[in-house]
């Protein structure tokens, strides 16, 4: 099983990443990164993967939370006692090719436990904590008020889509800001956003409000380019990317041009839940 991303280099670059966040942290803090799931503080504490939760060791040590991954990955055993171990990556490490592909594939086996971790009661808890204090930013669509944003993956397979953000109120999708663009989707998931509110209503967003209409010279502009009165042709709903989908852009789209916002429907687990009663308005 090769590691190797088919993103175009991006493993290079979550590489180089890694290496500078390693050499920029003071001795002190280097020292301070010790003990049971150093490796997963370590890691979590990198600037581009601000928005994963420290799993915590116990969950990784029950075998049936690990159900599954074992063929997934060549070097299973390794990876789990690096995400285990008491220490964080060296510079001499981090130099070494054969341990910088081992601590890649640690990280992506990581993140696949990072989204089964993120649906237990801890992990809601965890996200919670992050999203009332913003820390996966906010929707940059103006009508939408600063609303804050939670993280979902296009796709629940490594290497098809790095994360993305989802606004609860507009309910589309964006990219998100910053280096954590690099993060893989498939560490949070598909249908991880309507999860986390169906566990938390008290944090649904309330309806919008108002609706921007444009208009020329104060006037609306009726059955035109621009007018919300002109006839719409209805796009595929898109909740996820899938084979099909995957096939029919590629090559047409660089592996860095997404669509800035992507129509979704809301769904969790695959089910629509646009009709349901508390699903969000």
Known sequence: VSTQSTWGGVNLRIYKSIEHSLAVLSMNEKDSISGE????????????????????PEFIRDQFNCYGLRARFFNYDEAIDLILSSSPPTDEDLENPKLLELHQ?????????????????????????????????????VMCDRQRVLPVGMSDELRTSRVKIFCPRCEE??????????????YFGSSFPLLFLQNFPELQPLPLTATYIPRLFGFRVYK??????????????????????????????????????????????????????????
């Open 37 to 56: 799931g150093a490796w997963i503080t370590w890691l979590c504490s990198l600037e581009e993967h601000s928005f994963l939760c420290e799993v915590d």
């Open 105 to 141: 594939e640690a990280v992506d086996l990581y993140g696949l436990l990072h989204v089964r971790f993120i649906a237990t009661p801890k992990g809601l808890g965890l996200i919670r904590e992050k999203f009332t204090a913003g820390r996966f930013g906010i929707c940059p669509r």
């Open 173 to 186: 999708v964006y990219v998100p800001k910053g280096k954590t663009i690099e993060v893989d989707g498939a």
């Open 224 to 281: 035109h380019k621009g007018s919300s009165f002109a006839k719409q042709t209805k796009g595929e709903e898109l909740s996820y990317y899938t084979e099909n989908y995957l096939k029919q852009v590629k090559g047409i789209n660089s592996p860095r041009g997404v669509a800035k916002p992507e129509n979704t429907l809301p769904e969790c687990d695959g089910f629509d839940l646009s009709a349901q009663k508390d699903t969000i308005q």
